[in-house]
């Protein structure tokens, strides 16, 4: 189930960019993946919204947002250890 998930999303979004969410157990701060993804406050906000309209995630508290799908931070991890992200 998961993998078909991360096939139709992956169109339009990449694995590492992903994998930064994936990274903490709880929810993430979004300047804390704009770090990760060494990108400007703009792509980060981008990035969050595109995630936010595909169900992947939600807003989770000001200036963070978490994972809407159960396991999918667990997928992502082992998903981005597997192809050495």
């Known amino acids: 189930m998961w993998r ?3 096939r ?5 979004r990449t694995v590492l960019d992903d994998a930064a969410i994936a990274i903490d157990d709880g929810p993430s701060k979004m300047a804390d993946v704009a ?6 406050a703009n792509y ?3 990035h969050r919204l595109r995630l936010i309209a595909a169900d992947m995630i939600h807003p989770a508290g000001h200036g963070q947002v978490d994972f809407t799908l159960p396991y999918l931070r ?7 250890a597997t192809t050495g992200l």
């Open 4 to 6: 078909q998930l991360w």
């Open 8 to 12: 139709e999303f992956q169109t339009t």
């Open 35 to 40: 770090s990760r993804l060494t990108a400007d």
């Open 44 to 46: 980060a906000s981008q």
């Open 74 to 80: 667990d997928y992502l991890r082992v998903h981005a």
